[in-house]
């Protein structure tokens, strides 16, 4: 079972997340649905874990509107990964699985990026590299 250790502000913002999800519902309702045992759900929600396993974050995914890799993101640094659509590349809908996940992994990484305190033109420059990366990913395996 892979473990995934939580800083202080992973903690803070899987436990609004788990808040978010249950909104209205029970815990024991929502744990329910995912899976998961209702004590689980309730420790994270009252940030009484320092850890959290891989299965945990895998249940949590789609009721969190993310995907792994990014609950991953917040439990290690705790950053807020704010769902903003990232512009595509015209040529995205020819990209190989491989393509996909290198592009998803990028648009990962300037998620991360967003939520530190760079200037837009740091950001900038790095989306220009990120986008970069991918058509030269893209060239080179056609």
Not at 115 to 142: D, G, P, R, T
Request: with cysteine; hydrophobic share 45%.
């Amino acid at each position: 079972m892979t473990i995934i250790n939580l800083t202080e502000q992973g903690s803070v913002r899987l436990s609004e997340i788990v808040e978010a999800i249950k909104g209205s519902i029970s815990a024991r309702a929502v744990a329910e649905q995912a899976g998961l045992s209702h004590t689980t759900l309730l420790k994270l929600q009252k940030r009484q874990s320092r850890a959290v396993s891989l299965a945990t974050l895998e249940a949590l995914a789609p009721y969190a509107n993310r995907s792994v890799d990014e609950l991953k993101a917040i439990c290690q640094t705790g950053a807020h990964l704010n769902a903003v659509p990232l512009p595509l590349l015209a040529t995205d809908m020819w990209l190989t699985t491989k393509e996909a996940q290198t592009l998803e992994q990028y648009q990962l990484v300037l998620r991360i990026l967003q939520e530190a305190s760079l200037s837009q033109e740091q950001l900038l420059e790095i989306a220009i590299q990120a986008n970069q990366k991918v058509k030269e990913s893209f060239f080179l395996s056609h």
